[in-house]
């Protein structure tokens, strides 16, 4: 089936740094890519949608100036967390949607990224 | 505003009884309601897409089925590694624009 391969898995970072968050469609295009954080039992929120070749759509909520969001090509979207601290710990997770044959393709996710900032 | 409710929050089932996850949805221009399966630390796993009312699909013990108001799981004859999170997700398109709107989802767990 469709995999979304999401890099780091597990990443530790320093307050006060950047840490990038690669999200890879392996075996279709994927025209938009959504962003999710996850608190620790609790469902997923949504951060941002990006497309492929223009600015992400944020959240309201969501600081854009923060959480930098690259969608360079069909199957590569990236999330970078600038200037960490350590409330932005958590679990997050990419999807993609198969636009390959319908505007209306299925959404899979990533295995998802923990970030711990210390 | 789009919003999906689903019930219950959470369901102990004992290993072989049947029971079913619903999913209840108002969205304006529904385009397609998505099953996943969470476990803990993990991202979600894709299921099932439904897209028109009647639409069923079945994988396993698990057969989803959908209606213009709601969608259900069913899960028949479950075992131990069928517990997890169950996730229902909708989209829709509302000026041109396309939405994904989750439930909170259902925990389930099933005893040996």
């Known amino acids: 089936g469709a995999v979304v391969s999401q890099h780091p898995s597990r990443v530790i970072c320093k307050s006060g740094t950047s840490v990038k968050i690669e999200c890879r469609s392996l075996?279709?295009?994927?025209?938009?890519m959504f962003w999710y954080r996850q608190f620790p039992k609790q469902s997923l929120m949504l951060m941002a949608t990006?497309?492929?070749?223009?600015?992400?759509?944020?959240e309201q909520g969501v600081e854009k100036d923060k959480f930098l969001i690259n969608h360079a090509s069909l199957t590569l979207s990236t999330l970078t967390v600038t200037s960490a601290h350590p409330e932005d710990s958590s679990f997050y997770i990419c999807?993609?949607?198969?636009?390959?044959?319908?505007?209306?393709?299925?959404?899979?996710f990533g295995e998802g990224s923990w970030l711990t900032v210390v | 505003e789009d919003q999906v409710t689903q019930s219950p929050e959470a369901l102990r089932l004992q290993e072989g009884e049947s029971s079913s996850l619903n999913c209840s949805y108002t969205?304006?221009?529904?385009?397609?309601l998505f099953w996943y399966r969470q476990d803990p630390g993990k991202g979600p796993e894709f299921l099932f897409t439904?897209?028109?009312a009647g639409e069923e699909k079945e994988k396993e013990r698990l057969k989803a089925t959908l209606t213009k108001k709601e969608s259900f799981l069913h899960i028949t004859a479950p075992k131990p590694e069928d517990s997890a999170t169950y996730l229902c997700?909708?989209?829709?398109?509302?000026?041109?624009?396309?939405?994904?709107?989750f439930g909170t989802g259902t925990k389930l767990q099933v005893i040996p």
């Open positions: 999807s993609a949607r198969d636009s390959t044959t319908a505007l209306d393709g299925t959404i899979y």
């Open positions: 075996d279709f295009q994927a025209t938009t």
């Open positions: 990006s497309n492929e070749g223009s600015k992400a759509t944020y």
């Open positions: 969205v304006s221009g529904l385009r397609g």
């Open positions: 439904l897209y028109s």
């Open positions: 997700a909708v989209r829709s398109n509302s000026g041109g624009y396309q939405k994904v709107t």
